[in-house]
C-alpha cells in the first residue's frame, strides 16, 4: 500500500532566507512559490517523486522539526563534512567524540551527518551503506571504521 514518503512541511520564519537556503546550499528545485499563502514547494530529487514546503509563520508558531535527505553513501563519507563547513553550517553525529565525521546506524546500515537550516530544523544527509539489515544491533551508533571491522568480523 503504502511505496514512500511524497512529501513534509516546516514552518520557517523568513521566506526568502529559507528559499535561498534550500535552494543555493541544498540545491533543491523551487517549483511553486505562492507570495499570498507565503508558501514555497521544492522537489527533493527527481521531480514529482518527493516534496518539501515551506510556510512563513510567525517565530512562536514554529517548532524544530527533523527529516533527512537520501544521499550517496560514498559522497557523505567523503563529502559532506567540506560541504557543511563551506557554507558554516553547524554539523554533528552521536558518536561522543571530538572527531568531524559522519556516524553509522549499524542496524540499517547507514552513515549520516546531522546539521540544521536557518530555522533550527534538524536535517540529516543519510545514505544506505552496503551490507545486511541488522535489526539485532539496536541502535548501536559507531565509526565508519568500527563498521568496517564489524562487517570484516561478520564475513
Not at 25 to 36: A, Q, R
Not at 120 to 131: D, R, T, V
Request: glycine fraction near 4%; proline fraction near 5%; hydrophobic fraction near 45%.
Amino acid at each position: 500500500m503504502i511505496k514512500g514518503l511524497f512529501e513534509t512541511h516546516l514552518f520557517v520564519e523568513n521566506l526568502e532566507r529559507s528559499i535561498d537556503f534550500y535552494t543555493n546550499v541544498l540545491k533543491l528545485e523551487m517549483y511553486l512559490f505562492e507570495e499570498d499563502r507565503r508558501a514555497a514547494l521544492f522537489w527533493i530529487g527527481k521531480p514529482q517523486k518527493a516534496m518539501l514546503g515551506l510556510w512563513e509563520k510567525p517565530k512562536e508558531e514554529i517548532q524544530a522539526r527533523h527529516f533527512a535527505f537520501e544521499c550517496d553513501w560514498k559522497w557523505i563519507l567523503n563529502d559532506s563534512i567540506p560541504f557543511l563547513k563551506s557554507y558554516n553550517l553547524n554539523f554533528w553525529n552521536f558518536l561522543n567524540t571530538d572527531l568531524e565525521e559522519p556516524m553509522v546506524f549499524a542496524n540499517i546500515p547507514a552513515i549520516a551527518i546531522y546539521f540544521t537550516d536557518p530555522d533550527g530544523h534538524y536535517l540529516e544527509f543519510i545514505g544506505i551503506l552496503p551490507g545486511k539489515h541488522k535489526p539485532e544491533k539496536g541502535s548501536l551508533v559507531i565509526s565508519y571504521d568500527e563498521w568496517l571491522e564489524m562487517e570484516k568480523d561478520e564475513a
